[in-house]
T-cell receptor, first 116, second 115 residues
Framework: AQSVTQLGSHVSVSEGALVLLRCNYSSSVPPYLFWYVQYPNQGLQLLLKYTTGATLVKGINGFEAEFKKSETSFHLTKPSAHMSDAAEYFCAVIELTVSGNTPLVFGKGTRLSVIA | KAGVTQTPRYLIKTRGQQVTLSCSPISGHRSVSWYQQTPGQGLQFLFEYFSETQRNKGNFPGRFSGRQFSNSRSEMNVSTLELGDSALYLC??????????????FGPGTRLTVL
């Protein structure tokens, strides 16, 4: 069964600094990978997703992620953090099976704090 | 276009009671998924419905059930509530069943507190 590990339950960066949120997955077949963001008292919003094709994926709000099969990783980055980026970020995976897609399997989440 | 709507937003119940949560998907979306979010377990998949049929089910006890109506609206029911059922219940809708191509859009959730 597929699983997702997010390293660091809490990451703190200064405004303007690089944001790096780590995600590793385990899957027996090529996965489909997602990053979602959750702001306080809100649902999840899709930031970006990787299905096939280019391994560097650009998303909304200046975020991007790179699929590295050899490292089984899908880390999320943003060159310059903004105060509005403070939120909880979830990495998720689905795995294509013969019976159809599986549901989203989420990591535990990483809370990003941005310090002025 | 209106987003995913969940009602009620907040709910307080006592142990042993039952509760019904409602989700209205984005217009035109036919797939609805439910997730439970808790601080300890994180986000866990409950079930998914497409065209009124349950397509997938997570590893939850039979006290958790759901259904989907012909207009794609969905309800989930939890019977004999336990303290551990306190959670944020999130609903997500998508156009169809193919999660590779169909983005899931999440509602704001229903915060259930069991006393």
């Amino acid at each position: 069964a597929q699983s997702v590990t997010q390293l660091g339950s809490h990451v703190s960066v200064s405004e303007g600094a690089l944001v790096l949120l780590r995600c590793n997955y385990s899957s027996s077949v090529p996965p489909y990978l997602f990053w979602y963001v959750q702001y306080p008292n809100q649902g999840l919003q899709l930031l970006l997703k990787y299905t096939t094709g280019a391994t560097l994926v650009k998303g909304i709000n200046g975020f991007e992620a790179e699929f590295k099969k050899s490292e089984t990783s899908f880390h999320l980055t943003k060159p310059s953090a903004h105060m509005s980026d403070a939120a909880e970020y979830f990495c998720a995976v689905i795995e294509l099976t013969v019976s159809g897609n599986t549901p989203l399997v989420f990591g535990k989440g990483t809370r990003l704090s941005v310090i002025a | 276009k209106a987003g995913v709507t969940q009602t009620p937003r907040y709910l307080i119940k006592t142990r042993g009671q039952q509760v019904t949560l409602s989700c209205s998907p984005i217009s035109g979306h036919r797939s609805v998924s439910w997730y439970q979010q808790t601080p300890g377990q994180g986000l866990q998949f409950l079930f998914e419905y497409f065209s009124e049929t349950q397509r997938n089910k997570g590893n939850f006890p039979g006290r958790f059930s759901g259904r989907q109506f012909s207009n794609s609206r969905s309800e989930m029911n939890v019977s004999t509530l336990e303290l551990g059922d306190s959670a944020l219940y999130l609903c997500a809708s998508s156009l169809a069943f193919d999660h590779q191509t169909d983005t899931q859009y999440f509602g704001p959730g229903t915060r259930l507190t069991v006393l």
